[in-house]
């Protein structure tokens, strides 16, 4: 299974991007898929999930109402749409998979995603 990012790039503060993940290889449409992020300095934090039905999905509290994860099954795609960014928002984005057999845990858990992508940055400017 692959998993390829892309969408980042530099915005200004209050713009918005879109990133986008293709998993290949495998069966998408069964996968709990995520992004997290890492700034510079910072440890690597899950941003946003959601699981294999859509019937759940997970935000970090600080980007509730900013950033909206989806994921279309048809296209084995996983996106994040950022709105009203930050320059605190500059970091590498990944978009991460569980692959089968499905862990147990819940959607923000790092631990719970044994594939990632090579991430895309996103740097924000004041």
């Known amino acids: 299974v692959q998993l390829q990012a892309c969408g980042g790039g530099l915005v200004q503060a209050g713009g918005s991007l879109r990133l986008s993940c293709v998993v290949s290889?495998?069966?998408?449409?069964?996968?709990?898929v995520a992004w997290s992020r890492q700034a510079p300095g910072k440890e690597r934090e899950i941003v946003a999930a959601?699981?294999?039905?859509?019937?759940?999905?997970y935000y970090v509290e600080s980007l509730k109402g900013r950033f909206a994860i989806s994921r279309d099954n048809y296209k084995n795609t996983v996106y994040l749409q950022m709105n009203s960014l930050k320059p605190e928002d500059t970091a590498v984005y990944y978009c991460?998979?569980?692959?089968?057999?499905?862990?147990?845990?819940?959607?923000?858990?790092?631990?719970?995603?044994?594939?990632w992508g090579q991430g895309t940055l996103v740097t924000v400017s004041s």
């Open positions: 290889g495998g069966t998408f449409r069964t996968y709990d």
């Open positions: 991460g998979a569980d692959l089968p057999p499905r862990r147990v845990g819940t959607l923000n858990s790092q631990e719970k995603y044994d594939a």
């Open positions: 959601i699981n294999w039905s859509r019937s759940s999905s």
